[in-house]
Structures are given as structure tokens and as C-alpha cells.
């Protein structure tokens, strides 16, 4: 999504993960996580980590910003980019993990741990409700990364029936993102409500 936003031209290996092909040795020594995305620079080292990737991409492409410009700009995108991922993106991870019956069978779950990260969400949904009557994106007048993971936290939770229900103002923001073409490499949602 970052990628088509900022409408560079990035090669791309697809992968397949029901296949196991970031498990083998040859990926681990790119990624000892065995984990994707990863990037392979021009100086033959790899990149792990979604946002990273993107930071690094922002460097060589500065046209299109997604990370802000100025100091400021830049400090606080980063503020609310950690935000969405810590208040909204990783607890839907951890609720899935920790309450998915497709889970059971791949990682110790602690359901409690679940139901605690699904309070996080719920809660940072009735905060943005509020910061979103006055705004557009995110941050501000203008998309930015953001909203890029905002998003995909929000569609990851209704994935596991979290919904984002009678939330007007976040609802709009969604299917706003929803209907931005870069959207359509990350859109998976049937959605929860
Ligand atoms: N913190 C990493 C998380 C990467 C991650 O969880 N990748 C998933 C796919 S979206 C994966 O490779 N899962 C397979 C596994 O962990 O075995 C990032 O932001 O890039």
C-alpha cells in the first residue's frame, strides 16, 4: 500500500507462506525471523520490519512525503504511527493469536491476554472517534503513514469480529481509506460491522 501510494517502482517477489518458503534456510540467512516483508537494498543487505521498509523508501523517494517533512510534521506523524500500531494494529495481532481457534494449535494462548488487547482496541476506537470529528486522516488534512496502518490494524480486528459499530466518525475515515486505489493490495475485510 505504501509503495503504490507513493507511486515508485519497487520489484517484488511473492511469497508463499502456506508453503513454508520463509522458513528455509536461504530466507532465514536474509531474515533470521523468517518473517516477510523484507527488502533487499542495492548494497546487498535486507530490511525487515513493515515500517522500516517504508522509512527507507521515504528516504530514496522524498516526493509524495508519508512521513511529514518538517521536524514537527515528521514527530508527530511518527507519534501517531506508533499509536496505530501500538494501540490498534499489534492488539488485534495478539486478540487473534490469543483467542483464534486457528491459533490453538501454533502458539500457547492466554485468552485473557485476549480479551485485554481487544479493551485496548475499543478503547483507542472511542479516542479516535473523537480526535476524528474535526479531521480527515489520521493526522491532520493529509494521508500519511498513519492512516496506512490505522487501517490495516482496523481490518485485521474485524477480521476477528471486532467491529468498528456505531462509530460514525471513524467509519467514514475507514471507508475512505477503504476507497483509495492503493487500498486494494491490503483490502481483505468481510467486514465485522
Ligand atoms: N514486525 C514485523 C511483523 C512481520 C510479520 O508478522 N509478518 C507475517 C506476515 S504479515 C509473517 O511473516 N508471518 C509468518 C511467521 O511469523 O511465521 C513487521 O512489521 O514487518
Redesign the pocket.
Known amino acids: 500500500m505504501f509503495i503504490l501510494e507513493k507511486g515508485i517502482d519497487v520489484p517484488i517477489q511473492e511469497m508463499s ?1 502456506q508453503n513454508g518458503e ?2 528455509t534456510e536461504e530466507f532465514r540467512a536474509k531474515n533470521p ?5 523484507l527488502l533487499e537494498l542495492t548494497d546487498g543487505t535486507y530490511v ?4 522500516s521498509i517504508c522509512r527507507y523508501l521515504e528516504e530514496c523517494y522524498p516526493e509524495k512525503p508519508l512521513f511529514g517533512t518538517t521536524p514537527a510534521e515528521r514527530a508527530h506523524i511518527d507519534m501517531w504511527q506508533r499509536r496505530m500500531e501500538l494501540r490498534v494494529f499489534i492488539p488485534a495481532v495478539e486478540y487473534g493469536h490469543h483467542t483464534h481457534p486457528f491459533f490453538a494449535p501454533r502458539i500457547k494462548q492466554f485468552p485473557d491476554w485476549g480479551a485485554s488487547n481487544r479493551e485496548v482496541i475499543e478503547a483507542t476506537y472511542d479516542w479516535l472517534e473523537q480526535e476524528l470529528r474535526s479531521r480527515p486522516f489520521i493526522y491532520g488534512e493529509s494521508f500519511t503513514i498513519a492512516d496506512i496502518t490505522g487501517f490495516n490494524g482496523v481490518q485485521l480486528a474485524e477480521v476477528w469480529g471486532i467491529g468498528i459499530q456505531n462509530r460514525g466518525n471513524l467509519a467514514k475515515w475507514r471507508d475512505g481509506i477503504n476507497a483509495r486505489e492503493s487500498a486494494r493490495v491490503v483490502r481483505y475485510a468481510p467486514r465485522a460491522s
Open positions: 507462506l520463509h522458513k525471523l523468517g518473517q516477510v516483508p525487515s520490519e513493515s515500517v
